[in-house]
């Protein structure tokens, strides 16, 4: 079956940068779509098809996807952004759809 | 937008069947796919199946044939059931919308848009 595989965490300072990589074999041919889950709470879409942003989400989510890694990049980090994030796609040799592992983004 | 409320027992002895059931706010669930994903404390995501209102489902595997969902459009709802139980069952139920189509060049997006709060369900005697 198709694997994801995430970062266990990643920590960034306020204001900075924070990339999240998710990776696969050949995931640049697939759909890759990211959610944020905040403690106690269900996970919310941040972008779905690669790029695209659900209404409502900042443009500060991002996401880029090519090769074997796809990336969900969080631009000027706020403390209200710590939250684990998970990567997703349909793996078509199986038909199922298949979760990154998870990154639990620190803003320090 | 659509609301998603899921339902059921938080407690199931093992080797018994979970029931769980997601209620839809709106009469979208003619019109979408919908599917269960759940979660063990303090582990990642699992997606369990989806189903449309055709009744036409699909299952992750590693269930082993347990899981079992279902559709009500007359109460716009629909429910999992997951057999023979154990420990490793416990763990906190979604109920999401689940959006499913090519785009123009023949590449499928599927993905999950909406998703209810969760309910526990802790499997023990």
């Known amino acids: 079956s198709y694997v994801l595989t995430q970062p266990p965490s990643v920590s960034v300072a306020p204001g900075k940068t924070a990339r999240i990589t998710c990776g696969g074999n050949n995931i640049g041919t697939k759909s890759v779509h990211w959610y944020q889950q905040k403690p106690g709470q269900a996970p919310v879409l941040v972008i779905y098809?690669?790029?695209d942003r659900p209404s409502g989400i900042h443009e500060r989510f991002s996401g880029s996807n090519s090769g074997n890694t796809a990336t969900l990049t969080i631009s000027r980090v706020e403390p209200g952004d710590e939250a684990d994030y998970y990567c997703?796609?349909?793996?078509?040799?199986?038909?199922?759809?298949?979760f990154g592992g998870g990154t639990k983004v620190t803003v320090l | 937008q659509v609301q998603l409320q899921e339902s059921g027992p938080g407690l199931v002895k093992p080797s018994e069947t979970l029931s769980l059931t997601c209620s839809v706010s709106d009469g979208s669930i003619r019109s979408y796919y919908w599917s269960w994903i759940r979660q063990p404390p303090g582990k990642g995501l699992q997606w369990i199946g989806y189903?449309?209102?055709?009744?036409?489902?699909n299952y992750n595997p590693s269930l082993k044939s347990r899981a079992t969902i279902s559709v009500d459009t007359s109460k716009n709802q629909f429910s999992l059931r997951l057999s023979s139980v154990t420990a490793a069952d416990t763990a906190v139920y979604y109920c999401?919308?689940?959006?499913?189509?090519?785009?123009?060049?023949?590449?499928?997006?599927?993905?999950?848009?909406?998703w209810g709060q969760g309910t526990l369900v802790t499997v023990s005697s």
């Open positions: 997703q796609v349909w793996d078509s040799s199986s038909d199922h759809q298949v």
């Open positions: 098809n690669d790029r």
């Open positions: 189903i449309y209102n055709t009744g036409r489902t």
């Open positions: 999401a919308r689940y959006l499913d189509h090519y785009d123009s060049s023949g590449l499928r997006i599927a993905y999950f848009d909406h």
